[in-house]
RNA sequence: UCGGGAAUCGUCUAAUGGCAGGACAACGGAUUCUGAUUCCGUUUAUCUAGGUUCGAAUCCUAGUUCCCGAACCA
């Protein structure tokens, strides 16, 4: 007992330190206690895996503590954004299963608002018109070494600034001609202080306000200005942004946002960087501009809708988000977490089939020629600890397996001369079909080349169901289909798209010099007749094999699945050493 | 040569002056009609050097390493 009081405490969760400093914010009534967050993408491309901790940590804590979540697109840029990305990443937030407070929110349509924060600052003499060209400005900002030089223009009273400012967005200057900066410092150390830009004009189209403007404000301008219109409590992002935080704060200070205990609050988080992974929204279009992958949704990519189509549950990556934790220290995460959160869920909820992938033909000599055996198989998922099968404490859903003479098996599972320990089918061996019975291999047929075509087996009619009648042991259960019955499917073999943990790691290469070539292989599988009227975005697992789940690219003729992740395998492992 | 951040098992992450814990990985064993799952067990860590303290991952000093920052990108 006294040992259980001077226990300290223990603490199992993974961290999460933002969540810590919302709880003491809430505890100390900031903010009357209310906690608002936001998701703010850029609409500039498809969300990846690295926005799934960003979605929900800001969904989770809104959900924690009862506050609300915006999802805001941060549309500033309009050469580079687009309505497409709008739909997708709408999309890619609920499918992950958050809602988000209101409607959609959009930094452009606080345009007018941000203009008018603007025109204040002018008045104010806190931000002019600069006329310098980029490369001026930025000859004049110095480097980290040597400060900055005042633009020429720096003095320009505040009417005249006004009038400028004015022209600008009536369009009376062309693109480039001017900018407006705020009046900070050009010596600060703090280079992001050295008189930050926060209009530039540009001509370009915007998806949502169309052409009604032609200067557009700055990531720096907008984003907490944007935090303060809506409301946020706690605006989260990731840590390259901490040097933006005076500037964030200086702004906010600026507009008038009120004491810094009634504005938004920036903190800044390690974002989510996964081995053999490649992240980057840039690298991403990349692979789908150049075709090596088929497109933002090839079952190969990072972003949320390959993942989607590759078969990963919104459930298994909300758990890796969960068991990564929330930290301020860069860190690279071993996809082998993600593998495990993915298995673990679809090992939870995915129904069992047969199907062989790369099939082998056996005949089963001694069974009636003609004849089918219906056999009644569970397919769902075991529970915890149980054995899929045998284990029947009360009745399970069963699907109907028919095994005939000739059934197909997988070729893996067949080895003239086999190692030690080889507790599948070779010449003289017992081997249990599952579900159904015990097979010996007695015989095979190979061709010219030697390669064996056909393996020839004896079955033992006791065995019906799979038990043998006098109760030997049988070591190997493997899996099969008949031919008679069997469905031809395409199936996708993924694998990892990458050949080494770090592909941006290498001087002198590119991440596209490790791409996997064998990241996608494609094979024609055979598969047991209750799969055959699955629809789109079933998952299932193919026992002895892996997770699969069927593709928007099957036909009635060709139905195609996708492997999402293979079952661990210990025997391969073994076999190697 | 500047400014800002960060350093704990192989990886991620706890412990906020008092037993360095958990997850994943690895390894060994048990169970199993999936070589899966499940269960049990084992190995492995406080960046370095000083200091304060009965006691330091934690506080102090100095150093080292890594990351971010010089777009009219976000």
Not at 85 to 90: N, R, T
Request: charged letters at 30%; aromatic letters at 8%.
């Amino acid at each position: 007992m006294s040992a259980e009081k001077n226990a300290p405490p223990v603490n199992d969760n993974p961290g999460n330190f933002v969540e810590d400093l919302v709880r003491a914010d809430v505890e100390a009534n900031v903010q009357q206690g209310r906690v608002a967050t936001r998701f703010p993408p850029e609409p500039n491309g498809y969300l990846h895996i690295g926005h799934a901790k960003s979605i929900c940590l800001n969904f989770g804590l809104a959900e924690t503590f009862g506050g609300t979540c915006n999802l805001r697109f941060d549309d500033t840029n309009p050469e580079k954004e687009d309505v497409e990305y709008v739909e997708a990443i709408k999309d890619d937030v609920k499918w992950l299963g958050f809602s988000w407070a209101g409607e959609v929110r959009f930094a452009s349509d606080y345009f007018e608002q941000l203009y008018q924060f603007a025109e204040k600052m002018i008045e104010a003499g806190d931000a002019y018109v600069d006329s310098q060209t980029a490369d001026e400005i930025k000859e004049n900002r110095g480097d980290f070494y040597k400060v900055g030089k005042n633009s020429p223009f720096r003095d320009r009273s505040p009417a005249e600034n006004l009038a400028l400012f004015r022209e600008m967005r009536a369009g009376a200057h062309p693109d480039g001609s001017h900018v407006l900066r705020a009046k900070v410092d050009m010596a600060s150390t703090d280079l992001k202080l050295r008189d930050p830009l926060m209009y530039r004009i540009r001509r370009v189209h915007h998806h949502r306000t169309k052409d009604a403007w032609c200067i557009y404000p700055l990531y720096d301008w907008a984003h907490g200005q944007s935090d303060h219109i809506e409301k946020i409590t706690h605006s989260i992002c990731s840590l390259e942004f901490i040097n933006h935080r005076p500037l964030y704060e200086l702004f906010l200070e600026k507009i008038g946002a009120g004491p810094d205990t009634a504005r938004p609050k920036q903190i800044e988080f390690a974002k989510l960087v996964l081995t053999y992974t490649v992240m980057s929204k840039r690298r991403l279009k990349e692979l789908v501009d150049k075709n090596v992958v088929t497109g933002w949704d090839d079952p190969r990519m990072p972003t949320l809708a390959g993942q989607r189509r590759r078969g990963v549950t919104p459930a298994a990556l909300r758990a890796l988000c969960e068991r990564v934790g929330v930290a301020t220290k860069d860190s690279i995460v071993d996809v082998l977490l993600y593998e495990n959160a993915i298995r673990d869920d679809l090992n939870a909820t995915s129904p069992r089939f047969m199907g062989v992938v790369r099939p082998l033909k056996v005949t089963i000599v001694n069974f009636p020629e003609g004849e089918t055996l219906e056999i009644d198989a569970p397919y769902e998922a075991p529970k915890q600890g149980e054995a899929g099968a045998g284990a029947e404490a009360e009745p399970v859903p069963t699907r109907k397996v028919p095994l005939t003479r000739e059934i197909w098996i997988e070729r893996e599972d067949f080895m003239e001369v086999a190692p030690k320990k080889f507790f599948r089918l070779t010449p003289g061996q017992e081997v249990r079909l599952r579900y159904a019975c015990i097979v010996k291999c007695v015989g095979v047929n190979k061709d010219a080349a030697g390669e064996v075509t056909e393996v020839l087996c004896e079955w033992d009619p006791q065995s019906k169901g799979g038990n043998p009648a006098d109760g030997r042991k049988i070591k190997g259960t493997i899996h099969w289909v008949s031919q008679k019955h069997a469905v031809d499917a395409e199936v996708r073999l993924y694998d990892r798209l990458y050949t080494v943990e770090n592909p941006m790691g290498e001087k002198d290469k590119t991440f596209l010099d490790f791409v996997n070539p064998t990241s996608l292989e494609v094979v024609t599988a055979k598969l047991e007749p209750a799969l055959a009227d699955k629809g789109e975005g079933f998952r299932m697992q193919l026992e002895r094999v892996g997770y699969f789940c069927k593709d928007r690219d099957s036909t009635s003729e060709r139905p195609v699945w996708n492997r999402t992740i293979g079952l661990k395998d210990s025997w391969t492992k073994e076999k190697g050493a």
